[in-house]
DNA sequence: GAATTAATTGAACGTTCGTTTTATTAATGC
DNA sequence: GCATTAATAAAACGAACGTTCAATTAATTC
């Protein structure tokens, strides 16, 4: 046989990247071999070089599209000109919102990092710190306005991140929560964790809790 | 050659294993081949065999090494009979200076459990549930005597894991900020993320941060 | 409807993988 | 110092890997 009846380049490539994600996010990159990816799509090994050249270049162009997604998203859904509040609560929900609804994706692009090559290591990873750096900024004007109180800028920055997008491990969807619920509730640790000030009304009070079990 | 002069099984041994958990951290478990192991270790590949019957028996006795030692570090830092405030910040205090010191370690437990057969993985997540059964039971003790505001005790324990555990993530010993001071920071942060009271003197006020932007 | 292009198959390539087997030498026990 | 056991090397196994190549057929163009 050659050329299948029906057969399209556009459904097929959109098919492997589909497969791949979710065959990466289960097995692990390395562990998923080209054979069993051509499987899941339906196709032959070889079909999958006419539109990846390698492996890594397939694992790459769903990195890099995934940060790009990632960025774009925050570029629509940020507030411009808003309080500190505002954009952190903004940005905390676009960005469980995000990450819930591409689990696998963001599994691939947060775990297969060591399989990319330096220069698409860095490329990846310039995308994921400009995406952190709007939240640092977020963090430093809302410190420095007194919206906040933040011991560290960055280290407050990367407990947040790690906090949020933890939640693809183990939120499933269907299950006891839902996606609102979630956020609702991140949104309110998030806040308490910065320290935020009441925006609405009530002033904030002076005692800090934490303070009495500091070191 | 065959026996090489001054080899000692023990010591062969303990090499495979440090040299196995910074190589599956470095490049992940189905990346590192038992001959480039054996390299680091100095070794042929076929004398790692004297020690690990396969592959996947290494990765899991380190994991389960990993898991055991955390627990046992936990049993022995756990304070008895003390308010949620003390045990929430020694369980904190613990699992920073555990992940901490034992970063690759860490990395190999969280990321290469997919590499585990059915019933090992199952082993594994009953380890690190109990582990994590111990926080939850701390979050719900100190939300039911009013030291603690928490909207869902398994969301926050969660929430709180993730944070703490990511500090492996960024952290590198030497850098700007000591141990101490990342460890002073995450309880703090913790402190309020959870809406502790205030343990000694001043009482904690009824505002609470977070109302004002919750969903 | 012939020529061209797009999409895929099937077979093969050289390499590397985890693992096993057998032989060989160092240390140990008596 | 001889017998035994411990620790390793060296070579080989079949299987699986990523990738390439030539052949073949479907769709498209004119």
Redesign the interface.
């Known amino acids: 046989m050659a050329r299948t009846t029906g057969s399209d380049g556009g459904k097929t490539e959109a098919a492997v990247r589909e497969a791949a994600v979710s065959l990466i996010a289960?097995?692990?990159y390395?562990?998923m071999s080209m054979r069993q990816l051509a499987a899941e799509v339906g196709v032959q090994a070889a079909a999958l070089y006419r539109y990846f050249p390698t492996k890594e270049d397939l694992l790459f162009t769903l990195m890099r599209e995934h940060m790009e997604g990632l960025l774009k998203a925050w570029e629509t859904a940020r507030p411009t000109g808003a309080d500190p509040?505002?954009r952190l609560?903004a940005y905390v929900e676009n960005h469980i919102a995000f990450h819930i609804e591409r689990r696998h994706a963001t599994h691939v692009s947060n775990?297969e990092l060591?399989?990319l090559s330096h220069e698409r290591l860095t490329q990846v990873l310039k995308m994921r710190t400009a995406y952190e750096k709007e939240l640092r900024a977020i963090l430093r004007d809302g410190a420095e306005t007194d919206a906040f109180e933040i011991?560290?800028t960055g280290?407050?920055a990367?407990?947040?991140?790690?906090?949020m997008?933890?939640v693809i491990?183990?939120f499933r969807p269907g299950e006891r929560?839902s996606i609102?619920?979630?956020?609702?509730?991140?949104?309110?640790?998030?806040?308490?964790?910065?320290?935020?000030?009441?925006?609405?009304?009530?002033a904030?009070?002076s005692?800090?809790?934490?303070?009495?079990?500091?070191?």
Chains 1, 2 share one sequence.
């Open positions: 289960r097995l692990g390395e562990a509040v505002t609560a775990m060591r399989s011991d560290d280290l407050t990367m407990a947040l991140i790690q906090m997008t933890g491990v183990w929560l609102a619920e979630v956020t609702a509730s991140y949104l309110s640790m998030t806040m308490r964790l910065v320290g935020a000030t009441i925006s609405h009304g009530t904030r009070p005692g800090r809790a934490g303070d009495a079990v500091a070191l």
